[in-house]
């Protein structure tokens, strides 16, 4: 069988099962979610050794450290893994959900109601955790899916997607409700990402250059981010104390990661008092400083930055630092710069945090708080399916409402238009 045909042959069962899932009962579904993780959990020695495998080959490979502990199925990941499962389960259910009625001069009730997109193809690198993740959401939010898990994980993968099964199995929903394809074939991923008869929108999650290609090449709807270019601005108005925990905590709790901060913005009244006690907390956790000219003045280690600095989303302990006259100036770098994912302000002033919220125009806009809340699971979604940075149709992390529509719905009574 080609490529064409094996991915042809996903798509036609996903779309039937898509019809199913879009009128399956939410006990169902979560009594699929459920026996899903009852399979994972009896079948830790089994999933286990077929993650060794794959971290065998990876070794082998040259895989980096970072990389390898992504691929890792732990007994934490998959307790992890589980605890997910379980935290989707007790979500509120989105399907169905009608809203916005009210009469009209007619006398129809016009309202709309939530309904699923249909069948949505994943495509995602290393991390086998995504795999139950992106079924987990598909499920619950009534849609059926097709996962294409990096080579690097495809031992780790075909063992969780047989723990799947089970679960579905369990609870008499269609097996093909979620299928993980078993081809490493690149080739694969260009049929899974022009299959617009059967796939209605495509989800990338991975490197940039992933998400660049499906960007470029895909023929069906996108939910992606390209960057995290992340900012937090210390507004003259800050409570120091305040600041200096948000943005050491916006850039040093991690950062490979998207939401971490890469550019910290400081007024320019505020700067000498905040700037020093910043720099030696980067310094002393070995974060590289690269800054304008006024921040070297203030920063001695600090390296001046380039023009390419403040388009950079470093994943890396390396921050680029400019001080702004006054908060349009920082809402024009953010603007220019950013990439529209997670940008904050620290800020004593209402006005200011009023004015930042309505004009810096990001999936995320905070006050006060860290960039690093910019997750699913802290915005009390349960888990996400990723970040969205686009305007259409979900924006932000994307959890079991972003996996649905909306549709007009009318109620009338042998009601005639005149």
């Not at 042809?8 to 899903?36: F, P, W, Y």
């Not at 509120?92 to 109601?113: L, N």
Request: contains cysteine; proline residues 4%; neutral net charge.
């Amino acid at each position: 069988m080609t490529i064409k045909d094996y991915m042809h042959d996903l798509g036609v069962q996903a779309k039937t099962a898509a019809r199913e899932l879009s009128k399956t009962e939410t006990h169902k579904k979560n009594q699929a979610l459920l026996a899903i993780a009852d399979a994972l959990n009896q079948d830790r020695e089994r999933l286990t050794a077929e993650n060794q495998k794959d971290l065998a080959t990876g070794k082998q490979n040259g895989l980096d450290p970072a990389s390898l502990d992504r691929l890792a199925l732990t007994p934490k990941a998959i307790n992890a893994m589980i605890a997910g499962l379980e935290q989707v389960a007790a979500l509120p259910d989105p399907v169905g959900e009608m809203t916005g009625f009210s009469y009209r001069p007619s006398g129809i009730q016009v309202g709309q109601m939530r309904v699923p997109l249909g069948v949505i193809g994943i495509i995602y690198e290393s991390r086998p955790n995504v795999t139950v993740d992106a079924a987990a959401l598909c499920l619950k939010s009534g849609n059926a899916c097709i996962l294409r898990g990096g080579s690097e994980a495809i031992y780790s993968n075909q063992a969780i997607a047989a723990c799947i099964t089970k679960g579905l199995m369990a609870a008499n929903l269609p097996v093909s409700a979620v299928q993980i394809v078993a081809t490493p074939d690149r080739a694969a991923v260009g049929e899974l990402i022009t299959m617009n008869r059967y796939v209605d929108v495509i989800v990338p999650r991975g490197g940039k250059s992933l998400i660049e290609r499906i960007s470029n090449e895909a023929t069906i709807p996108v939910i992606k981010h390209l960057d995290g270019i992340c900012h937090v601005y210390i507004d003259e108005h800050a409570d120091i104390n305040k600041a200096i925990n948000i943005a050491d905590n916006a850039k040093t709790h991690r950062y490979g990661v998207c939401n971490a901060m890469e550019t910290l913005l400081v007024a320019e009244a505020i700067a000498p008092k905040v700037l020093p006690q910043l720099a030696n907390i980067y310094l002393s956790k070995g974060v590289e400083l690269r800054g304008c000219l006024k921040s070297c003045s203030l920063i001695p280690q600090c390296l001046r930055a380039t023009e390419a600095d403040w388009h950079t989303e470093y994943l890396a302990p390396i921050l680029s630092i400019r001080i702004v006259e006054h908060l349009e100036q920082a809402i024009n770098h953010i603007n220019e710069y950013g990439s529209q994912h997670t940008d904050a302000i620290v800020t004593e002033n209402y006005t200011a945090a009023r004015r930042f919220l309505r004009e810096v125009d990001s999936s995320s806009v905070m006050v006060n708080a860290s960039t690093r809340f910019a997750d699913g699971f802290e915005y009390g979604l349960g888990a996400e399916i990723g970040i969205s940075t686009d305007k259409l149709h979900a924006r932000g992390p994307v959890g079991l409402t972003g996996l649905t529509s909306l549709k007009f719905i009318v109620l009338g009574d042998g009601h005639i238009r005149q």
